[in-house]
């Protein structure tokens, strides 16, 4: 089974800095997928960056970047010079790289992201 | 290109009442699911279909139906809706690759309320 954990609690980040958002995730699968989702007050849900497990390097997305640590299991979320419109809840999310239901996305629970003027 | 669609984006119920939530995607995508966020719970899988004509149970299945209506078109159905319902409704689809990067698009959401 797989299971992704986020624990921070709401995170607050002054405009312009950098901030991580922490998930660690377990799973046996050595082929596997992780996703970071933003989800801003208007509910829909935003894809950011994505990892694979055999990636050799981080992945980068403009602001966002991934530091991936497999060891660890831990795919936490850079997001540099933070803006207003970063506040938002993000979700961790993985998946297999198998086809049918187990290829499904498993999320974390989130974590609220704020950034103050 | 509108991606993915839902209707109706709001709905209230009563306990025992039944509704379908429409779900729709122009991107000639294979695979499409239903995805339930409570708060606190991030997002759980209602039931997924990896292609026209198939579909298969998620991680919370019970009291919910779904038929593939086509490859655009993945509806969810609540014969009987109960309190434990409430919730905000996502459908999501994504292209089948195997072994590389696919992400979920995502509908606006569905936000239904059963008194």
């Known amino acids: 089974a797989q299971k992704i954990t986020q624990t921070q609690p709401g995170m607050f980040v002054q405009e312009k800095e950098a901030v991580t958002l922490d998930c660690t995730y377990d799973t046996s699968d050595p082929s596997y997928g992780l996703f970071w989702y933003k989800q801003p007050s208007s509910g829909e849900m935003i894809f950011l960056i994505y990892?694979?497990?055999?990636?050799?390097q981080n992945a980068t997305e403009g602001r966002y970047s991934l530091n991936f640590q497999k060891a660890r299991k831990s795919a936490n979320l850079v997001i540099s010079a933070s803006q207003l419109g970063d506040s938002a809840m993000y979700f961790c999310a993985m998946r297999r790289y198998y086809t049918g239901a187990n290829s499904k996305l498993t999320f974390g629970k989130g974590i609220t992201l704020s950034v103050r003027p | 290109n509108a991606g993915v669609t839902q209707t109706p984006k709001f709905q209230v119920l009563k306990t025992g009442q039944s509704m379908t939530l429409q779900c729709a995607q122009d991107m000639n995508h294979n695979s499409m699911y239903w995805y339930r966020q409570d708060p606190g719970m991030g997002l759980r899988l209602i039931y997924y279909s990896a292609s026209e004509g198939t579909t298969d149970k998620g991680e919370v299945p019970n009291g919910y139906n779904v038929s593939r209506l086509n490859k655009r078109e993945f509806s969810l159905r609540l014969e009987s809706a109960a309190p434990s319902q409430t919730s905000v409704y996502f459908c999501?689809?994504?292209?089948?690759?195997?072994?590389?990067?696919?992400?979920?698009?995502f509908g606006p959401g569905t936000r239904l309320t059963v008194t």
């Open positions: 999501a689809s994504s292209g089948r690759e195997e072994y590389s990067k696919y992400e979920q698009y």
């Open positions: 990892q694979g497990s055999y990636d050799q």
